[in-house]
């Protein structure tokens, strides 16, 4: 069990300090990470990765420096932030993902993802998650079921395939290893053993092939995926759900004339709203809207 949530907003509010107030609501559900994304437009790419040792420091900025000007940098233990100006992302994200010891958490001139071990209180002490004008996050609280509590496996989980993609998740991917196995054979760098691994990477591999679609790459992946499961995704211009055909996790949605927002549990969107009635997504059901 594990809580999702997602805003997107018509007008500029300040979507991230909402959803991490969603997040406490349904803190219940899973106490062993959490994280967020954010998603706004920023002037240079920044990037956000966790070091296993900060003995690794020089030989990501050697690897950084070969494919990007670095602007900036903010060490701390166990991460690394910078802002760049980079000739390829997609080239970047996956020669940071191969080195051992380094794990990309997002790459983007319109994405920032911060997540931490432990409840929220831990994610918002740890990282100074910007409270700012954003139209779009995703966040979830994680109950870690098939693999270990690492910061890595925490979600949101990016991939190089299309790493202005962000996903979040509920439930259980029955067919990871075949999943894990087909998208090794595209070149996916798996840092993890959490089966949401396999459907960032599958979503985005699927994006990378068809253009950015992300509508057509969440159908893919609710056909493609086995077990019972609810995933938002987003990019910075988007954002939609899958829902497996059981249809057990719950998903349930608010469309107002301000916002969209997505949630597991109708507690969640008294954060937005002290009236605000969400509805129950049906199974099988895939869905994306737009800024």
Known sequence: MCGIAGIMSKTEIDA????????????????????????SGDAFVTLRASLKSNALLPKLRTVVGAYASMLSEKPSDGFFECTLKPLNVNALHNAINDIDGVSVHS???????????????????RHNIP??????????????????SDVNAAHPLTSPFYPSL????????????????????????FKTQNDTEAASHLIAYIMSQNGGDLSDALRYAANALDGVFCIIAATPRQIGFAKDNLGIKPMLIADTPDCLILGSEQIEFSAVSGDLYADETAPGEVRVWNI
């Open 107 to 125: 790459l983007g001139d319109s994405i920032k993802v911060y997540k931490e071990n432990g409840e929220i209180t831990n994610l918002t002490k």
């Open 131 to 148: 409270k700012t004008k954003c139209r779009l996050a995703i966040g979830h609280v994680r109950m870690a079921t098939e693999s270990n």
């Open 16 to 39: 991230g300090t909402l959803t991490l107030d969603m997040m406490r609501l349904v803190q219940h559900r899973g106490r062993d990470a959490s994280g967020i994304a954010l998603f």
């Open 166 to 189: 962000a996903i979040v998740h509920n439930g259980q991917f029955t067919n990871y290893y075949n999943t894990r196995r087909f998208l090794e054979s595209k070149g996916a760098k």
